[in-house]
């Protein structure tokens, strides 16, 4: 008995050695490098943007890509608090110049106006400009006394605009999206108590409002009665998203959504459902370059997409990205 004890404890001792042993976790072509793509998006298709235009040699941040009737692509340099105007010819110009704030949202007013969401995050502000196409004429539409922290906006077909606010964290959820009315003079909440309210998007019958909570990295799916009223079982998490974290987006004339990841140099694709059919992948992403992709375009009339992104401290600039979407892009402006 005692040798049969013994070569029972023998058998187990070899046993966890062997188990010991044995190889540990070891870095893969899928798993190296500073952002993988997470296994549930791995098989999505894919394509790789290529560089377009170096907005810039210094790691600025870009943000708020969208185009005017012109087929000009404006978008704004965070950092220097610009909005840039970039003609199709490649040439570069400065449309307004803000003071206190830093711009990273536009939208354009059907007037022909561009509105401007600023904020500052340090100090806590915020406010919604508005200029005439060339720049001038600056107005206020959201004062800073307001006390909302603006990020991103966008018009209905109403002409009232939705716009987000970047207030809170992922504990203390105190942003949200809110609606300006018609004639600016209203602001009614429309999806409170989220961390950090940041991109804005609506389908194009205007019936589906779309918004990142960049905090708590969520996609919402927001069916609309009205303006400001959800329809009953009408709001949905569409997808909550793995790493950091979504920032802007846009839709395309087949109701399809791109959201920028800030973090992972891509931009995901979803269907008008919100399920994930296809992604952007910025060069040099793997390496650890190109990952503050903040915003998108995309040129309407064409399926031509058009990615902003800052390599920040890597060497690489600041830089507009080009890929093919599924969908021609959408009009400046839904009203008419």
Same mark, same amino acid.
């Given at each position: 008995?005692?040798?049969?004890?013994?070569?029972?404890?023998?058998?187990?001792?070899?046993?966890?050695?062997?188990?010991?042993?044995?190889?540990?976790?070891?870095? +893969?072509?899928?798993?190296?490098?500073?952002?993988?793509?997470?296994?549930?998006?791995?098989?999505?298709?894919?394509?790789?943007?290529?560089?377009?235009? #170096?907005?810039?040699?210094?790691?600025?941040?870009?943000?708020?890509?969208?185009?005017?009737?012109?087929?000009?692509?404006?978008?704004?340099?965070?950092?220097?608090?610009?909005?840039?105007?970039?003609?199709?010819? #490649?040439?570069?110009?400065?449309?307004?110049?803000?003071?206190?704030?830093?711009?990273?949202?536009?939208?354009?007013?059907?007037?022909?106006?561009?509105?401007?969401?600023?904020?500052?995050?340090?100090?806590?502000?915020?406010?919604?400009?508005?200029? #005439?196409?060339?720049?001038?004429?600056?107005?206020?539409?959201?004062?800073?006394?307001?006390?909302?922290?603006?990020?991103?906006?966008?018009?209905?077909?109403?002409?009232?605009?939705?716009?987000?606010?970047?207030?809170?964290?992922?504990?203390?959820?105190?942003?949200?999206?809110?609606?300006?009315?018609?004639?600016?003079?209203?602001? #009614?909440?429309?999806?409170?108590? $989220?961390?950090?309210?940041?991109?804005?998007?609506?389908?194009?019958?205007?019936?589906?409002?779309?918004?990142?909570?960049?905090?708590?990295?969520?996609?919402?799916?927001?069916?609309?009665? +009205?303006?400001?009223?959800?329809?009953?079982?009408?709001?949905?998490?569409?997808?909550?998203?793995?790493?950091?974290?979504?920032?802007?987006?846009?839709?395309?004339?087949?109701?399809?959504?791109?959201?920028?990841?800030?973090?992972?140099?891509?931009?995901?694709?979803?269907?008008?459902?919100?399920?994930?059919?296809?992604?952007? $992948?910025?060069?040099?992403?793997?390496?650890?370059?190109?990952?503050?992709?903040?915003?998108?375009?995309?040129?309407?009339?064409?399926?031509? $997409?058009?990615?902003?992104?800052?390599?920040?401290?890597?060497?690489?600039?600041?830089?507009?990205?080009?890929?093919?979407?599924?969908?021609?892009?959408?009009?400046?402006?839904?009203?008419?």
């Amino acid at each position: 008995m005692a040798c049969l004890a013994a070569s029972v404890c023998l058998t187990a001792e070899a046993s966890a050695q062997q188990t010991f042993a044995s190889p540990g976790l070891a870095y +893969d072509a899928q798993t190296q490098g500073p952002v993988p793509i997470p296994p549930s998006e791995r098989a999505l298709q894919a394509v790789v943007a290529k560089p377009w235009f #170096k907005a810039s040699d210094e790691g600025r941040i870009l943000e708020g890509a969208i185009f005017d009737h012109s087929g000009n692509l404006l978008f704004c340099d965070v950092t220097g608090r610009r909005v840039l105007r970039l003609t199709p010819d #490649k040439r570069l110009s400065t449309v307004a110049s803000l003071d206190a704030l830093f711009p990273g949202g536009l939208a354009f007013h059907k007037d022909g106006r561009l509105f401007i969401a600023a904020l500052d995050l340090a100090r806590g502000a915020g406010a919604i400009f508005a200029v #005439k196409p060339d720049g001038a004429g600056m107005q206020t539409i959201v004062a800073p006394q307001a006390g909302y922290m603006p990020n991103d906006l966008v018009f209905d077909a109403h002409g009232g605009f939705y716009f987000t606010d970047f207030r809170g964290t992922s504990t203390e959820p105190r942003g949200g999206v809110y609606y300006m009315s018609p004639d600016l003079t209203t602001i #009614k909440p429309v999806l409170p108590h $989220l961390a950090m309210a940041n991109g804005v998007a609506l389908s194009p019958d205007g019936k589906e409002l779309w918004a990142t909570e960049f905090g708590r990295n969520l996609l919402h799916r927001i069916e609309l009665a +009205d303006p400001t009223t959800i329809t009953p079982i009408g709001s949905a998490v569409a997808y909550h998203f793995t790493g950091p974290a979504p920032d802007s987006m846009r839709i395309d004339a087949d109701g399809n959504l791109y959201v920028a990841i800030y973090g992972q140099g891509r931009v995901l694709a979803f269907n008008r459902n919100g399920i994930p059919i296809g992604q952007v $992948l910025l060069p040099g992403r793997e390496q650890g370059h190109n990952l503050q992709s903040t915003s998108l375009a995309i040129r309407p009339d064409t399926n031509d $997409l058009y990615a902003v992104s800052s390599d920040g401290a890597g060497g690489q600039g600041a830089t507009v990205f080009h890929a093919k979407a599924f969908a021609r892009g959408l009009p400046p402006a839904y009203a008419k």
